[in-house]
C-alpha cells in the first residue's frame, strides 16, 4: 500500500481554506489502496506531521498541539520527509499539496516538491506560477488568441497610467496579481474607490490588475490530465449580493453553485470546453485546474482566470463538476493520484545525462 502525504496550511491568507479543503480530500482517500499521513505547513513557515487525525479539530492552529511533531526536509534523500527529533523517516510515496495562495500554489511548493524527487498532485513549478500570476497568464492566453477580460497592470512605486485605466470604463476590479480565493479583490465604481481600492490591494501584492467590470454570468470548468487533458461540463456560481469574493466563496451560504449552468447552448459549452483545453496547454499547466469564465452572451466570453490547486470544499465547483461527469469524490482524488504518478513517470524516464 502507498502512502500518500496531504499537504495543508501554509503561509497565505487562504490557510484556513487549505486545511478544510484537505479535511475533504483526507474523508475521500480510498483507504484500500492509500495509507494517509498529514502535514501542516503553520502560519509562520515552519513543517509539521499532525498525528491523530488532528486535522479535524475546528480549532487546530497548526504547531501548537502537542500530536504536531516537527518535521525536516532532506532533498533528493530516500526519506526526503524526516522527523526532526532523530531524522526519523516519514515514509512518503506521494504529495497531495493543497496549500492555497501563495507559497502553496505560486510554484515555491512544488519546486521543493521536485526536490523531494516524489510525484506530487496538481500543475508543475512553470504551471503553478504561471497560472498563480494573473497578469502573466492573460498574457500568454491573450497572445494565443483566447479572449480574456481587458485590464491594465501597474506596480507599485511607479507612475500610473489613468487615462489608460480610465479607458476601460467603470466599474473597474482591482486585483494583487498573485493572490487567489478573492483575496484583495475590490470593486470600484468611481475614480476615488479606485484609489482607495488600490492603496488596500498593494499592501497583498507589489503587481496589480486592474481590469474591465463584465457584466456576465460566472461559469466555470474543470480539466484533469497531463499530456492528454480531459474536461467536464460547465458549472455556474451565482452571487445573491456583490460579486465572487472570499466571503462569498466561503462564508455566505446565499452563493450558489449551479451543475449544469442553465440556459447555454450546446454550442456555448462546447467552446467553453475546448477553450479551457486550449488555456491549459497554453499555461503549461498539468494534472488539475479550474479554469473560469464570464458569459456574456453565446458570441462573447472572456476567460477570467485559472485555479492550479482549486478548493475542495464542500461547496468548491471542481469536485462537484467532476461528480456531475460522473466521477465520484473518492474516484476523483484516485484519478488525480494516478495523474501525478504518471506524470513522475514520464519525468523520470527523460534522459538526464548528456
Known amino acids: 500500500m502507498k502512502t500518500l502525504a496531504i499537504i495543508t496550511g501554509g503561509k497565505s491568507p487562504e490557510h484556513d481554506v487549505a486545511i478544510i479543503s484537505s479535511r475533504n480530500i483526507y474523508k475521500a482517500v480510498d483507504t484500500s489502496l492509500y495509507q ?23 480549532a487546530i492552529v497548526i504547531g501548537q498541539d502537542s500530536q504536531h511533531i516537527p518535521l525536516c526536509i532532506m532533498p533528493f534523500d530516500t526519506h526526503p520527509i524526516r522527523l526532526q527529533e532523530g531524522l526519523i523517516p516519514l515514509e512518503v510515496d ?15 511548493l512544488q519546486g521543493l516538491l521536485e526536490y523531494c524527487n516524489k510525484p506530487y498532485v496538481g500543475p508543475g513549478v512553470l504551471g503553478s506560477a504561471i497560472g498563480m500570476d494573473k497578469d502573466v497568464a492573460k ?54 474607490e479606485l ?41 455556474e456560481i451565482i452571487v445573491q449580493s456583490g460579486f465572487y469574493t472570499y466571503e462569498n466563496k466561503y462564508i455566505n451560504s446565499e452563493t450558489k453553485v449551479v451543475i449544469p449552468a442553465e440556459h447555454l447552448s450546446q454550442t456555448t459549452i462546447d467552446l467553453i470546453q475546448t477553450t479551457a483545453l486550449k488555456a491549459y496547454r497554453v499555461l503549461q499547466l498539468e494534472g488539475m485546474s479550474r479554469v473560469d469564465f464570464f458569459y456574456v452572451n453565446d458570441e462573447t ?13 464542500n461547496i468548491s465547483m471542481y469536485p462537484k463538476l467532476w461528480e456531475a ?30
Not at 212 to 220: D, L, P, S
Open 36 to 58: 494517509v499521513v498529514v502535514i501542516g505547513i503553520a502560519k509562520t513557515g515552519e513543517w509539521y506531521w499532525l498525528k491523530e487525525q488532528s486535522i479535524f479539530n475546528e
Open 94 to 108: 506521494v504529495f497531495f499539496p493543497i496549500a492555497h495562495g501563495v507559497y502553496g500554489e505560486d510554484g515555491l
Open 139 to 192: 498574457q500568454l492566453l491573450a497572445f494565443n488568441g483566447i479572449k480574456v477580460t481587458p485590464w491594465v497592470t501597474i506596480y507599485k512605486g511607479d507612475d500610473i497610467d489613468w487615462t489608460r485605466i480610465n479607458a476601460l470604463g467603470f466599474p473597474l476590479f482591482v486585483k494583487p496579481a498573485n493572490m487567489g480565493s478573492g483575496v484583495g479583490v475590490e470593486k470600484a465604481n468611481n475614480l476615488e
Open 195 to 235: 484609489k482607495a481600492c488600490i492603496d488596500r490591494a498593494f499592501t497583498y501584492d507589489i503587481k496589480l490588475l486592474i481590469e474591465q467590470g463584465i457584466n456576465g454570468r460566472e461559469v466555470e470548468t474543470a480539466v484533469m490530465g497531463n499530456l492528454s487533458p480531459k474536461g467536464t461540463g460547465v458549472g
Open 301 to 313: 466570453f472572456y476567460l477570467n482566470e485559472v485555479n492550479t490547486l482549486p478548493g475542495f470544499t
Open 325 to 354: 461527469a460522473g466521477l465520484p469524490y473518492t474516484q476523483l482524488i484516485s484519478g488525480l493520484i494516478e495523474v501525478a504518478i504518471e506524470r513522475f513517470a514520464m519525468r523520470q524516464a527523460l534522459n538526464r545525462s548528456l
